[in-house]
């Protein structure tokens, strides 16, 4: 098994093209998503319209978000969320396409198992809205429960922040392990990164390319500027959703 995993696309359709040009040379089986394909950007159709026909994709807290309610959500990434329910509903599309936008969200899973390695958007815990960040290796306790969850591998997106968690209580982000982690035994949590919409200071999208045993993780470059451009212009998207794709953050 060869395959890619993206996440956290968040309607980016220039960074997610990017990333399947980058992925076409990579000789995988599969793109499996774990989730967050809308929300924040521009193209939340297109990117939905892509992502349906890859292996397998699970929900995010923003597809939760557009199907309940985003109660947990702050002021500028609610008004995204309005404008992307209208974006889903929009008349200018057949009604046929609208159906086919939310069947899509209606049946997106909240984990995945296969063998002993795990998929899952935020965290085995609350598989759709928890939090994994750096420096949760000091809460050995969250650490501790979370892994107790885990068969032996964990992929997951939500943070933005690529890296591996490792068994004993260590955040090795990409760089620190040479851009590639191959698994040796015990458990860990792979953080895969975000697609579209990068928080770790690199504003270039980041996935990986996982074999079975070795994870890779990858950053491409895209066309930052025409996605910022497309959210200035569209009023129901805050300027600030543009602002901090060009530094990463
Ligand atoms: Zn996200």
């Known amino acids: 098994m060869r395959i890619a995993i993206i996440s956290d696309l968040h309607a980016n359709i220039e960074a997610l093209n990017a990333v399947l040009s980058h992925i076409a040379d990579q000789k995988v089986q599969d793109i499996v ?5 809308i929300g924040y950007g521009p193209n939340p159709r297109e990117c939905i319209d892509i992502v ?47 159906y086919e936008m939310w069947n899509f969200l209606g049946s997106l899973e909240e984990s995945r198992t296969e063998g002993d390695v795990m998929f899952v958007h935020g965290s085995p815990r609350v598989p759709t809205k928890e939090y994994m960040v750096p420096t949760d290796v000091r809460n050995r306790e969250k650490m501790t429960e979370i892994f107790s969850l885990i068969p032996s591998l964990c992929f997951v997106g939500h943070s933005h922040i690529p890296g591996v968690y490792t068994d004993n209580f260590q955040f090795l982000g ?23 919409q990068p928080r770790d200071g690199d504003p270039r999208a980041s996935y990986v390319v996982f074999d079975g045993r070795s994870v890779r993780f990858h950053r491409v470059d895209y066309d930052v500027r025409t996605t910022m451009d497309k959210i200035y212009a569209t009023p129901g998207l805050p300027n600030y959703l543009a602002d901090r794709l060009i530094v990463g953050r």
């Open 33 to 37: 998503c774990l989730g967050d394909v």
């Open 52 to 98: 349906k026909n890859g292996r397998f994709c699970l929900m995010g807290n923003h597809e939760e978000a557009v199907m309940f309610y985003g109660e947990d959500f702050n002021e500028k990434a609610r008004q995204a969320l309005e404008w992307t329910k209208e974006q889903l509903n929009s008349p200018q599309y057949d009604r046929t396409s609208n």
């Open 174 to 196: 990409p760089d620190k392990v040479g851009g590639t982690y191959t698994h040796q035994g015990g458990k860990a949590l792979i953080n895969v990164g975000s697609v579209g």
